[in-house]
């Protein structure tokens, strides 16, 4: 794709929705905030259990994760000028992290990219997603 730069875009939106899959097959699907990391390995997705209110503590999303690791992750753009829709699409291999250093770089990553956190807090486990394969399309 010509001056479109898919990580980039992806890296800047606030909001991602999160589809995994659990041992049942059944699909779940959820927004979250994230932040990315490049490096000389690839990329790497963070996101995070905050204290936001929950339904409950024993989230599909870890579960499913715990069960089948291979997640995926869409941003997608919208605009009534349809020359300007977007989507950028991570697929990778997810990781749960209750403690330690992946632990501490999310939270740092996403406390620097969300406002948010500055009063809301990151007390759960943060969930990192080795990126395999970047998809994309654009208008």
């Known amino acids: 794709m010509t001056d479109f730069d898919a990580e980039g875009s992806f ?29 000389t390995e690839g990329a790497k997705i963070y996101t995070a259990v ?16 715990a069960a089948n690791p291979q997640v995926s992750l869409l941003v997608d753009h919208y605009d009534d000028d349809w020359t300007q829709l977007w989507w950028v699409r991570a697929d990778g291999v997810a990781e749960i992290h209750d403690t330690g250093e992946e632990m501490a770089v999310g939270y740092a990553l996403l406390r620097r990219k969300y406002r948010q956190y500055d009063r809301i807090a990151l007390d759960g486990p943060v969930v990192t997603v080795d990126v395999q394969h970047w998809s994309s399309w654009r208008a």
């Open 11 to 39: 890296s800047a939106s606030g909001v991602a929705v999160l589809a995994t899959v659990g041992s049942d097959s059944v699909p779940h699907v959820v927004p979250v905030v994230f932040a990315v990391s490049s490096g």
């Open 50 to 65: 905050d204290a936001k209110r929950k339904t409950t503590h024993r989230l599909r999303r870890l579960a499913n994760i």
